[in-house]
């Protein structure tokens, strides 16, 4: 990473993310329950991307883990059971938090009900998430460059770093707003009068209920995961200055996309939106500049 740069792209990348989000954080502090009102309005569609939107983003771990397994194995024998190590668990991680999130849906296209059918079943839909990930580290092992060991390994372990660490905080933010969703809202007589603004916490009110837990959005937390493609493509053997901006391009589309479907399927506001995207942006550019500096 070069001193002008910032996650693989050009610093006027990072500031034009900081000033997008900023911008949605003033304009729904204002009109919040507003836009909500107006965009509002689950569809099958809107439902199908939001369960499996996020296997995307989720790629990234299996691909942090063959960069890393590609470092490690170029430094020599001694580092190979670490190597392989790193990238199993990398792997189960893509499949654990798919399935934690999404499994019920998985599970229900399997016909499994707990309880009522075979426990092979569950096994099953465990399976569709193992081999959905499966081609993901292969095309890695075949495109990433391994003329510099060490920028592969700080790589790969920033992504899997602040990818944990953005999820964590956003768990914890969330317990410390205990914000209402706009989906619990609206089932209430008055849902205007039970609606708070980002800023009126009531810390630890939510516990296990989902219904207040809508700030900030967990579900930005996983998409803005993906602004780290750039630097992926900055690994490739055949890399490019455009590559980096056309990933950073389908990043940023990927990431509006994935807020505008928090706010048309009834889960978020626009804060929530904003605040998940800025504070999981945060966290990866301070890890990624920390570690790739350390492989300088």
């Known amino acids: 990473m070069g001193q002008k740069t910032v996650m693989g792209v050009p610093r006027a990348c990072f500031i034009s993310v900081v000033v997008f989000c900023i911008l ?11 836009i909500n009102v107006a965009l509002a309005n689950k569809t099958n569609l809107g439902a199908f991307f ?27 024998k001694n580092f190979k059971m670490l190597a392989w190590v790193l990238l199993i668990v990398s792997y189960f991680m893509a499949v654990y938090y798919s399935n934690s999130y999404n499994g019920s849906k998985v599970r229900e296209l399997f016909g499994y009900v707990a309880g009522d059918t075979s426990a092979a079943l569950s096994i099953l839909s465990w399976a569709f998430w193992v081999l959905l990930y499966a ?5 890695c092992y075949f495109v990433l460059d391994e003329v510099d060991p060490d920028k592969l390994i700080m790589t790969g372990a920033a992504i899997l770093v ?29 849902p205007k009068a039970a609606f708070r603004n980002w800023w009126q916490m009531i810390p630890n009110l939510a516990g296990s209920n989902d219904n207040f837990k809508s700030w900030p959005s967990g579900n930005m937390t996983i ?18 200055r455009t590559k980096n901006m056309i990933c950073f391009a389908i990043a940023a ?9 928090r706010i048309h399927m009834t889960n978020h506001f626009l804060t929530d939106v904003c605040f998940g995207t800025l504070i999981t942006y945060g966290i990866y550019c301070a890890v990624s500049t920390a570690f790739l500096r350390a492989a300088d």
């Open 135 to 139: 081609w993901v580290p292969v095309v």
């Open 253 to 261: 589309c990927f990431v509006i996309l994935y807020g505008y479907n």
């Open 50 to 76: 939001a369960t499996y939107g996020s296997y995307f983003s989720y790629c990234l771990y299996p691909a942090a883990g063959m960069c890393i397994f590609k470092g490690l194995t170029k430094k020599g």
């Open 223 to 240: 998409a803005s995961m993906m602004f780290s493609l750039p630097m992926l493509a900055d690994l490739l053997k055949k890399r490019s």
């Open 162 to 190: 602040a990818g944990i660490l953005a999820d964590n905080v956003n768990l914890w933010l969330k317990q410390v707003a205990s914000r209402p969703r706009y989906k619990y809202l609206i089932t209430l007589e008055d």
């Open 24 to 34: 949605g954080i003033i304009v729904g502090s204002f009109f919040d329950y507003d």
